[in-house]
Structure formats: C-alpha cells, structure tokens
C-alpha cells in the first residue's frame, strides 16, 4: 500500500510480534535427543522444539555415568538448573561443583565443560541460554575446542 507510512507499517510490524504462532507445549513424547560433540542433549525451547522463544533457549543434557560434555565456550550467557546427578563445571579456570538442585552460572566467552563425577548414574541438566537473542542480533558463535567423552580419572580432577 503506497499510502502507508513508515510509522503505519512499524506499528503493524510491532503488532505482528505479539502474535505468537508456534507452540505453547513440548509433550515430553515430543522431546528429541540429539547427540553432538557437547553429548545428549534435546533442545526444548528452540525454533528446532517449535516451542520458539526470541531471546532464549532450553536444552535437557544428559552426561553419562563418568563422562563429561566437550570443552566449549559461546558468545550468550547461559545457566544450569541441576535435575538429577552430581558432578563439577569447569568454568574458565575455576571448578564448580554440583549437585540435584544447584544452580550455576557461565559467563559468555569462558570455555567450560560438564563433568560427572557418579560412575553408575547420568546426570541431568535443564540449561537456559540466550542463543536465541545472539543468532537474532548476529553475534552468536560457539566454538568448540574438545568433543565429549570419558571423565578425567578419580583424583585427577576430583
């Protein structure tokens, strides 16, 4: 429409993003796991889920019974709600241990890994990113330095 002004259509495009047309649920039957060289994960609030959010993003990481994640590092913020296990982050040169129930934090641009330290069960992280938010303003990279695999050996790094 030849006649509509800039402030007409930017009122419209404002409007257009309050009309949310993907998903509102995740069934857990609709859950799927991937695995990647940062190991099993689903990612569950992501345009991949179709339950898309615009400034962040879920995933489900499982870690297997002594195993780690790979070594990585992102430019988005990102934190970990502990569900079930028990283990250590490696977050730049700092180690963070956790257990069911803690909450931590790593910053953008810090390399970490996952590690889990209980030799008989996974362990199990609901992480909250903000990927999302980096992909849209054209500024998100991870790189990944190493892939997942077995943990450092008892006394090594516990």
């Given amino acids: 429409m030849a006649d509509k002004t800039f402030y007409d259509s930017l009122m419209e495009r404002q409007a257009d993003t309050r009309k949310y047309k993907g998903k509102l649920i995740l069934k857990k039957k609709d859950i799927q796991w991937h695995v990647s060289p940062q190991g099993r994960n689903a990612a569950v609030v992501d345009a991949t889920s179709g ?61 970490h890994r996952h590690v889990n330290k209980d030799a008989n069960r996974p362990a199990r992280l609901l992480q909250v990113e903000a990927w999302p938010l980096m992909i849209y303003l054209g500024i998100s990279e991870m790189i990944q330095s190493e892939g997942a695999g077995k943990a450092p050996a008892v006394g090594s790094a516990d």
Wanted: aromatic share 12%.
């Fill in 51 to 111: 339950l898309e959010a615009k400034t962040f993003g879920m995933v489900l990481t499982e870690i297997p019974p002594g195993s780690q994640s790979g070594l990585h590092r992102h430019t988005f913020e990102a934190v970990a709600y502990v569900l079930d296990g028990e283990g250590y982050d490696l977050i730049g040169d700092e180690r963070v241990d956790w257990e069911t129930g803690d909450l931590f934090y790593m910053p953008p641009n810090v390399p």
